[in-house]
């Protein structure tokens, strides 16, 4: 059983910016990666990393958002730059190990004046 630990999350302005973490309690050899979802919206991609550190984006964070990864500490990591309003979400960290997808519990962003 893999636990996903999330931290970072808080209220800040726009144009503002903040880095989530996301520990893993063991190796995690697949990619890993950043969902969201808003107040009466669907769960979505965000970003998502391999453990060679290839990545992808969603469009509507590209430029704005960078995804990394600490294979040495099982941690992944999101910095949000340039944060919007519509950046408001709960965040969840997310991998999947011998066929099991794994969520984190969840950090909330707030974006707003």
């Known amino acids: 059983q893999v636990q996903l630990v999330e931290s970072g999350g808080g209220l800040v302005q726009p144009g503002g910016s903040l880095m989530l973490s996301c520990a893993a309690s063991?190796?995690?050899?697949?990619?890993m990666g950043w969902y969201r979802q808003a107040p009466g919206k669907q769960r979505e991609l965000v970003a998502t990393?391999?453990?060679?550190?290839?990545?992808i984006y969603s469009d509507s964070v590209k430029g704005r958002f960078t995804i990394s990864r600490d294979n040495a500490k099982n941690t992944v990591f999101l910095q949000m730059n340039s944060l919007k309003p519509d950046d408001t979400a709960v965040y969840y960290c997310n991998t999947y190990l011998a066929g099991v997808y794994y969520w984190g519990q969840g950090t909330q962003v707030t974006v707003s004046s």
């Open positions: 063991e190796r995690i050899p697949n990619p």
């Open positions: 990393i391999t453990r060679g550190s290839s990545t």
